[in-house]
């Protein structure tokens, strides 16, 4: 590959002519042979270019912790790799509704979130001319086989998507999911900024994951401004806030597993825990999502040291009593019942399918960006990586337990020794013509954006590639062969996003 | 099952004291905004240039702030060189009508109660049934969040249901996507009436941070066949406490002015 593809670093800018152009077969053949030799595409992607697409991607080697970029320029028809590479079909898909690009042979071209094209005519021309749901569902036909459609409107309170079961009996044959009801255009809100908006909006993309996307699109706009790391105690103070995220949602997500099987006592301890490391978050920000923390050049606020030590105090207490609460859980032969070989993902088919995050981890494969492509401080204070192997309902919540005790560690010692100096560098701009790609850990997996500035130094393609893009198939395969019932246990044990898969 | 009421007991009780004892929120929590239009000086257009949502507008005697745009971001507050705004800790947000949003002072503004019959059908027992409509988990969050132990909406009677046709009203989240409307107007025919429209968060007020997204309507007013909203929710995403405090003055079940805050001791340790 070497000279044939552009290695960049996350967070690091470069001049976006760099980026090498290559013919179509070229550029699919490295695509092919790196996500077959086990590297992954965190970005693929496409802008209109006179008569034709050019298409970049992203790829990311996690033993070298680098970022391959390669581009390419398509007009027409291109031949598909989805039937070799599975884990490139909604990337694939995304071309094709996106810039009307052919790809010939995908197994399932369908829509991904009905929106508007960005070609001529396309871009920003009002409502789609469907809606999600107006689509032809893959269906099996024999006897005693039934259909069953749930959503867009849940019984929960959740986002919107529709679910249709192709079962025999009580097992699911095949589930497909329908996405799309979120589409808020979010990608062509960012393009043309910076503006005072970008960041709400970045903040916005999965509301559940504000630090994690706002410090993406920080950690690609100081890349982009070439102005160097953040001063190191707003750099410590980022890191926690993005841990408060993920034991906030961690916690909350072992609370509803347990509310999922009727386990009441970890079900409402767990709901309330929470809230602990929420209201941390509203101590730093004001904001218990942590929103208006992370901006460009460092964080808005500073934490005292003392009220740093009296707040991983009271976190140290807090972890103690998740602690007692998910002991219950896991200790419940009731649970374990419900939970044991339940929605089993094998190690192969994560790896095939591109799946990211504590899903893939619980599937024993060892991906965190954390660990693989680093930004101060996890540089020089690394956090273990955890892993589970079943790869069932179990070994998700597993993994998001131990995961959240690595966090709590982390937090409280990050807390107590913050380093001294300033939290905020003074902003600015982002150069012109340069291409930055920004990978950072949130809690449900790898977030990556993308940022290509044109002549004027504003954004002209912003790309967001949000976990959630790469992990709904892996549910949609955990539920086969299982009892419909336990659909919303596999459902929750992934909890996806909606709004971050549909933009 | 020794086990669970050791926990219990240790764990003890978790509720809030709300509304009988004080809120305790944190020293940086941000509710509604208090302006002092006087030290607005001419020409002077600091904080709207940093408002992601165009929410605040200048202007000497004229300063004022769309709290159903308003992010709380504190971006404006921390802009303006003269301090003519401040972010006060009163959670109290929500109101009935769009107009009364707009903060143009340091008044606080409370949400009316419904008329004497929407009260006596539903003051004892209200049941909502919320729609995202483009609503980014953060709102959808917090809104269960207020059904938890520690908020807990039931002792109140309130309680969000599965079937709209169970509802007394809906709970609109997000700006409300092209994609999500006739899901959203289905909904809504499906709830029996009398029935209560609720905009919860900047979003589904005003559009929020996707206002003027060609692919979303800007918020849920008059975007059901022109039903008004009854009540509006501020925030991103709205506090629990603000999602109750609402409500229950919706309902006539919380009247008085008196704002009991505490503080939570993280950042100031002489709170008391």
Redesign the interface.
């Known amino acids: 590959m070497p000279g044939r593809v552009l290695q960049v670093r996350s967070g690091e800018a470069t001049d976006a002519g760099a980026v090498p152009r290559l013919p179509l077969d070229d550029f699919q053949g490295i695509l092919a042979d790196a996500v077959t030799a086990g590297h992954r595409a965190s970005a693929y992607f496409g802008e209109a270019w006179h008569e034709g697409v050019i298409l970049t991607a992203a790829i990311a080697n996690d033993a070298r912790g680098t970022i391959g970029l390669l581009s390419t320029r398509v007009e027409g028809v291109m031949p598909s790799l989805a039937p070799e590479c599975p884990s490139l079909q909604l990337f694939e898909r995304e071309l094709v509704e996106q810039l009307d690009v052919g790809v010939a042979g995908h197994p399932w071209p369908r829509a991904v979130r009905f929106e508007p094209a960005r070609v001529p005519g396309g871009a920003g021309a009002g409502a789609p001319m469907t809606i999600p749901g107006d689509h032809p569902f893959f269906a099996v036909e024999g006897e005693e086989v039934h259909e069953v459609a749930v959503g867009p409107v849940h019984a929960g309170i959740i986002e919107p998507g529709h679910f249709r079961f192709q079962c025999h009996g009580e097992n699911v044959l095949h589930l497909e999911i329908v996405l799309g009801y979120q589409h808020r255009g979010v990608e062509r809100l960012l393009e043309g900024g910076p503006t005072p908006r970008t960041l709400a909006v970045a903040e916005s993309i999965a509301g559940d994951t504000g630090i994690g996307h706002a410090l993406a699109y920080a950690r690609a706009h100081e890349g982009l401004a070439g102005v160097g790391p953040p001063p190191p105690r707003a750099a410590a103070l980022r890191a926690v806030a993005l841990e408060l995220e993920r034991l906030a949602n961690h916690v909350g997500d072992l609370g509803a597993l347990a509310s999922d099987v009727g386990f009441l006592p970890t079900a409402s301890y767990c709901g309330a825990l929470r809230a602990d490391f929420l209201n941390a978050l509203a101590e730093l920000s004001g904001n218990r999502f942590g929103r208006g923390l992370v901006v460009a050049g460092g964080v808005r606020h500073d934490l005292p040291d003392d009220a740093a030590l009296r707040l991983s105090d009271r976190l140290e207490k807090a972890w103690e009593h998740v602690r007692a609460a998910a002991r219950l859980f896991f200790r419940a032969a009731s649970v374990r019942n419900r939970t044991d070989g339940t929605g089993t993902i094998s190690r192969a088919l994560a790896a095939e399918l591109g799946l990211v995050g504590p899903v893939a981890r619980a599937c024993g494969l060892s991906l965190d960006v954390r660990a693989s492509h680093p930004f101060a401080p996890y540089d020089t204070t690394p956090v273990p990586v955890a892993l589970a192997l079943s790869g069932d309902v179990t070994a998700r919540a597993r993994v998001r337990l131990d995961e959240a005790e690595r966090s709590a560690a982390f937090v409280l010692a990050a807390l107590r020794a913050l380093p001294p100096g300033p939290v905020r560098a003074p902003p600015a701009p982002p150069r012109a013509s340069s291409i930055v790609v920004s990978l950072v850990e949130g809690w449900r997996g790898e977030i990556c954006h993308v940022i290509r500035t044109g002549a004027d130094g504003r954004f002209a393609r912003y790309k967001v590639v949000d976990p959630s893009f790469h992990n709904w198939m892996g549910l949609q395969l955990a539920v086969r062969g299982q009892q419909i019932s336990d659909f919303p246990l596999c459902n929750k044990s992934f909890n996806l996003s909606y709004c971050g898969h549909d933009l | 099952m020794i086990?669970?009421l050791l926990?219990?007991l240790?764990?003890g009780r978790?509720t809030i004291a709300y509304p009988d004892g004080p809120v305790r929120?944190?020293?940086?929590?941000?509710g509604r905004p208090a302006l002092d239009a006087t030290r607005c000086p001419a020409s002077c257009d600091t904080c709207a240039?940093?408002?992601?949502?165009d929410a605040v507008h200048p202007g000497p005697g004229a300063l004022r702030i769309d709290t159903g745009a308003c992010?709380?971001?504190?971006?404006c507050a921390?802009a303006c060189p003269e301090g003519a705004i401040r972010?006060t800790r009163d959670y109290r947000l929500a109101m009935r009508t769009r107009d009364e949003l707009v903060a143009t002072a340091d008044v606080p503004l409370l949400a009316r109660a419904l008329d004497a019959r929407m009260r006596r059908v539903f003051g004892r027992s209200l049941r909502l049934r919320?729609?995202?409509?483009?609503?980014?988990?953060?709102?959808?969050?917090?809104?269960?969040?207020a059904?938890?132990?520690?908020f807990d909406l039931g002792r109140f009677g309130i309680q969000?249901v599965?079937?709209?046709r169970h509802a007394d009203g809906l709970v609109v989240t997000?700006?409300v996507?092209?994609?999500?409307?006739?899901?959203l107007e289905k909904?809504w025919e499906a709830t029996p009436a009398p029935r209560l429209l609720i905009a919860a968060g900047a979003?589904a007020i005003s559009g929020?941070?996707?206002a003027g997204?060609?692919?979303?309507h800007g918020g849920v007013d008059a975007l059901l066949h022109g039903v008004p909203v009854d009540l509006y929710v501020p925030g991103?995403?709205p506090?629990p406490v603000t999602v109750l405090d609402g409500l229950l003055r919706l309902l006539g079940r919380l009247e008085g002015d008196r704002l009991d805050v505490t503080d939570?001791?993280?950042?100031?340790?002489d709170w008391r």
Do not use: K, Y
């Open positions: 086990d669970v926990t219990r240790r764990l978790q929120l944190p020293d940086r929590f941000r240039g940093v408002c992601p949502t992010l709380f971001c504190g971006a921390e972010f919320q729609v995202s409509a483009g609503g980014c988990n953060a709102c959808e969050a917090e809104l269960n969040a059904g938890n132990i520690q969000f599965a079937s709209p997000g700006p996507s092209a994609n999500m409307r006739v899901a909904t979003c929020g941070p996707f997204s060609p692919v979303c991103c995403p506090h939570t001791g993280v950042l100031r340790e």
